[in-house]
């Protein structure tokens, strides 16, 4: 019996296992070797970490880096900030018949692909954009202004296209909230402020690190919409690695970025973790 | 002395239902208030306008003499123990408890002191680190009772508070509720639907029936001397049978079935009048002496239902021409001098004119 409970388990867990071993481990050690490998004078590949020298030496590549950090950490903060009224609105002040509806709006345009929305935005904010019109129109502005290509609007971007993925968890944790705590804390004398930062959020807590961890690695990784709606100046870390990949022909240096990318949102998330009080497990289940 | 609790003519409207209506009364310091109602009476609505979460269509609430109308409940001098609890799942039991007093920014020190008086004045010294998750429910209901008491509210409204607990454990805290009332003198405010509980702990129960109060009395007066058919059906067990009024010096009533009572009545009864009759089982005798004057009917045994000191007899009342009539209960004595009666036996069986209660119908 036990054999065959333990065969039974082999069998189902080798798709997984697969796919781990496959798609993530091999194309892994693959990239860590090749990030290890330059060419000496001579042209051949030899073991060596130039790949990693040139990353602090340039400036421009762990400025990009630095960057690509604080805005993914800034975007996470700030999908945060957007969401959570929504999430609560939606949970606590709306009636029960309203909120599965409106938690289905939120999704909607989810249904579209990223590329999709990203072009949306640009359609409304470009200088010939719905945006300026209408701003023409009302004769706030004489002129059309560029809204695009900025980091202010690349964020905007950023935040737009990962929402859902910190809305979700939120509202899943905040369906969790007994109302019955938020009025029991009004009844101890609690203030609205103190309600939110004592009950509340330490209750949500596992929702808000989940989502954000989903939130920050879409945005550390994202490629798109900095692309897109960035600016020349807006650059991205992924865009670095690219160039590296595409434009330098040089896969050993764009293995190394790769590699140090992975490095930086491990650090941040285990930072984040520690931070908050919570553990990995505690937070995706 | 001022109540600590008074109020007067209170409405509360939910569209076109109303759910309190016109409701009035006035708990004495440190007593022990119950509202006794079924589900959807409006006790809960009546509780949560008293603890400021609903503000009243109509009327108004006072606490020891001031009006509360417009008072948020964090600033109210009363506190709420909710019906699950509510206990704070993220903080121990040191935190819950000081969770009140660290927002009336109390120091430090004299909020550690308040916090070990009161686990020991509910009987959990020590408990200050455990986590809420660790106490057993009936370790949480003391917990919750000591997080509202400790901030020594003028009145403490309990919302069904042992409703979610098995009925051991219920029957054991019933008691230490009432004790622990007594010890702090604090006044409480208990709502239930549970009539035992009411009944045991309170010394006033307020028997509340679709948004109003039936009866404000003590507990024993609401069992011995009900003033609606409600409070009468309600309030303890009760054999309930329609009947017409036959007479009316001394009243008179008659069955359907021809069966006739000599009874007391609430209110007026006129001749012919339709009315409802009670009889309790425990104030129904068995073979009862020939000397004594009773409502005398002769009772088919049907069933014993055996639950210990509690037991009793079902059977159908006899006709004099041998037909069965209505089903009835009767309470068996304890002495076991009646432990021969088995089912399919015919006893006789009496009620004193004073045991049987009479209303007039389509009173609730």
Known sequence: MRRHIRWSLYVFLAPVLLW????????????????LKAENDVGDLVWSLDNYRTFFEEKI???????????AILTTFLTFLITFPIAFYITKVVKLKYSGFLTILLLVPFWVSEMVRIYGWMILLRESGVFNQFLLWLGVIDHPVEMLYNDVSMVMGLVYTTMLFMVVPLISSLEGLDDGLIEAAYDLGASKWVIFTRIVIPYIMPGIVSGSIVVFMLTLGNYLTP??????????FTEQIYNQFIASFNWNQGAAFG??????????????????????????? | MTPDLEVRDLVRDFGSFRAVDHVSFEVEQGSFFSILGPSGCGKTTLLRMIAGFLEPTQGDI???GESVLGVPPNQRPVNLIFQHLSLFPMMDV?????????????????IDRRVTEI?????LPGYGDKKIRQLSGGQKQRIAIARALVLEPSILLLDEPLGALDLKLREQMKIELKKLQQEVGTTFVYITHDQSEALVMSDKVAVMNRGHFEQIDTPKNLYKHPKTAFVASFIGENNAFDARVVGTDPLEVELDNGLRFRTRARGELGQGASCRLFLRPESIVIEPPEDMTLNRFRLKVKNVLFDGANTKLLGHLQLENGDLADEIQVALPQDHRFDYIQSGDTVSVGVVEEACLCFLSGEG
Do not use: C
């Open chain 1, 259 to 285: 590699f140090l990318l992975l490095m930086l949102s491990s650090l941040i998330i285990w930072i984040g973790l520690r931070l908050s009080g919570q553990n990995l497990s505690k937070a995706l289940t």
């Open chain 1, 61 to 71: 590549y762990w400025l990009t880096f630095v960057r690509t950090a604080v805005y």
């Open chain 2, 119 to 123: 686990l020991d004045s509910v009987g």
């Open chain 2, 94 to 110: 040191k935190e819950n408890i000081a969770f009140g007093l660290k927002r009336r920014k109390l120091p430090q020190p004299e």
């Open chain 2, 62 to 64: 006072l606490i020891r």
């Open chain 1, 20 to 35: 781990l071993l496959l798609l993530i481990v091999i194309p892994h050690i693959d990239l860590m070797v090749m990030s």
């Open chain 1, 227 to 236: 692309n897109l709606m960035g600016g020349k100046n807006s650059l991205w």
